[in-house]
């Protein structure tokens, strides 16, 4: 254990006072506690955004757009976070007007969609992963939940536990918004597992007054391994927005890392007009806070910064790191979740501890404007550094994107992603790799394998699977490296979303999978490389995945997702792909690109549901490997000692 920890916890980390949860309530005027003020160019910024905040704080009409009771109208488009001030929680692709056609949507369609192996409460709405922690032989996960409803609201601690992050038993909530200080929402937080084991759980609170700020819990038995009670600190909240950020512009603390003064640092998002910041706390004890002089890290338009995660990982070894640990061989990756798109960025950089300073390796490919995590429907991720099998491990939030109404007629909302594995890709050096962790494996049932299949331009072969809705799909693809060398085609500009998706045919793609597909192709979903030619003669390669016709009902946003792969002298093109009913995660390169898919198909359904390789490239001949395993189901359950859903 680095010394650093050891020390900053035995000298200065006091011990938590014991639960007495009485109502601490100042007034409104004094809860913004006397803080550091940001400095540098900051201030100026800060204070014009102060008064900004102060005008809208008092010209916001507030609306009343939540009801509280779990429900709306079907067809109805309500806001379901802006008016407390996170983002949108309905589907924002689908505009009122879109869903004004709804589908006539039956039970054993609805049924289909929950998934055989991905985490999902029995009912009801889930958003962000919170606090992923792994204590006395079990991983624990905590998750938004809304015990009321499909839709967002209410938001309370949802709590699961797991012998090895794929079979789950649900526990009663952790916490519920009963505090003057979270009255209005137990949001998103993050778990710090101290030197001596203790647990330190910070998370935001939404207050009776919509004011965002961060509370202080922990377990009140560290002995119990379900870690089932948890107390709320009495003297919450321990920090609130400091001058110069606005009232909802402060939440998601991050686990805290140890600086080179032994005292604890903690992130948190926010932002200062359009650009997102990272703002650090230190701290001695988690009971008492100091802000740091500067931010972290800014950058300019890109708005309020969500879920900020930043860890190690190390550029030379396998293993995943502590989330403190620091020095030679070692990367920081900084990642924001922008609540402008609703899409999670990252960026590999250095932290400098002494000046609490991150700084992008590529400063053009900075957080929100460079890599994303996953391309598809994917928000508010979270990792954690598992000690038990030294490896970062990372939860995201899949979310709905079909309308409100249907979610309310399925009684339930969103799916976590399967855990995956985070390292350094030390052939590029220039992004992380993603990868489901090995215990999904345990999952495979019968195997299938395709081996050398030739794919003539304009081919499509069935694939016999068996049942295709639970897939665990390793599909690795040749094409004849001199016909693309000598080629001058230049495919300049190429774009996932926008050039056309999988049936837009090219000299050199796309060729891939087609999953959910039903025997016509009336719906399909395709995933797939494009290899494009730029005017340089260079070849850049794209991993997409096309949802334009994934369902025949027209209340379903339907995009095509997808970037760049980086594909390297002498790799194949290689792609994973893990099929859950109406969820597709796929994985190209080993985990550089990656693409989740939330798929609504009406037909391609149960026994209809097919396999298919295909090829629409014009120019080039593909050779396709295959080896595809159905997939059992997860256990996942309630706690035998009881059934209940509170
Ligand atoms: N979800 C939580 C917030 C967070 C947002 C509220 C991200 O803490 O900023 O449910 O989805």
Redesign the pocket.
Known sequence: MNADIEHATSTSYSPLPDADNHHHHPPSSQRRRPVVLLSGIFISMLLFSSLIAFINQYSDPHVDEFSGDGTSSPGRHISR?VSQG??E?SNIQLSSSDVEEIYPWTNAMLSWQRTGFHFQPPKNWM??PNGPLYHLGWYHLFY?YNPDGAI?GN?TWGHAISKDLINWFHLPFAMVPDQWYDIN?V???SATILPDGRIIML??G?TDELV?VQNLAYPANLSDPLLIDWIKYPNNPVMVPPPGIGTTDF??PTTAWVGPNGKWRVAI?AKVNKTGITLVYETKNFTSYELLEEVMHAVPGTGMW??VDFYPVSTTEPNGLDTSVNGPGIKHVLKS?L?DDKHDYYALGTYDPISNKWTPDDPELDVGIGLRLDYGKY??SKTFYDQNTQRRLLWG?IGETDSEAADILKGWSSVQTIPREVVFDKKTGTNILQWPIKEVEKLRSKSTSYQKVILEPGSLVPLDVGLATQLDILATFDIDTLSLESSLEADVGYNCTTSGGSSSRGVFGPFGLVVLADESLTEQTPVYFYIAKGTDGVANTYFCADQSKSSTAPDVTKLIYGSSVPVLHGESFSMRLLVDHSIVESFAQGGRTVITSRVYPTKAIYSAAKVFLFNNATGVTVTANVNAWNMDSAHIDYFPFGNNDS
């Open positions: 976070g996170v983002s929680k958003n962000d938004q967002w938001i929402g949001w998103s937080g998370y935001t939404d965002q939440r998601d998002g969500e879920c979740s609540d928000y508010a939030w």
